[in-house]
């Protein structure tokens, strides 16, 4: 049974930061491009950055500069490390696993910005 345990959210006020994990199977992770999105209600879910299994990174434009994705692969973990954070990043953050033809997604943290 694969799974994607997220951990990390939580309140914190305008300008803090946040680490968000997530800990997948070995047999998924080591073949995974790693993602999180997040998600709004009433609107779909975004992708907000990404890391693929040679550390390559990609960005939404919103988070760049705040946020940074690190996988360690000797831990089957993946990190979004956010900084400068600011009410508009409140929402649930999905981790993704992606192995081309298999997907997978966590259960979701929520993250809350008190201005």
């Known amino acids: 049974q694969v799974q994607l345990v997220e951990s990390g959210g939580g309140p914190v006020q305008a300008g803090g930061s946040l680490r968000l994990s997530c800990t997948a199977s070995?047999?998924?992770?080591?073949?995974?491009?790693m993602g999180w999105y997040r998600q709004v209600p009433g609107k779909q879910r975004e992708l907000v950055a990404s890391?693929?299994?040679?550390?390559?990174?990609n960005y939404a434009d919103s988070v760049k500069g705040r946020f940074t994705i690190s996988r360690d692969n000797a831990r089957n973990t993946v990190y979004l490390q956010m900084s400068s954070l600011k009410p508009e990043d409140t929402a649930a953050y999905y981790c993704?696993?992606?192995?081309?033809?298999?997907?997978?997604w966590g259960q979701g943290t929520r993250v809350t910005v008190s201005s």
């Open positions: 993704k696993a992606d192995a081309a033809t298999l997907v997978y």
């Open positions: 070995r047999s998924i992770f080591i073949i995974s491009a």
């Open positions: 890391i693929t299994t040679r550390g390559s990174t």
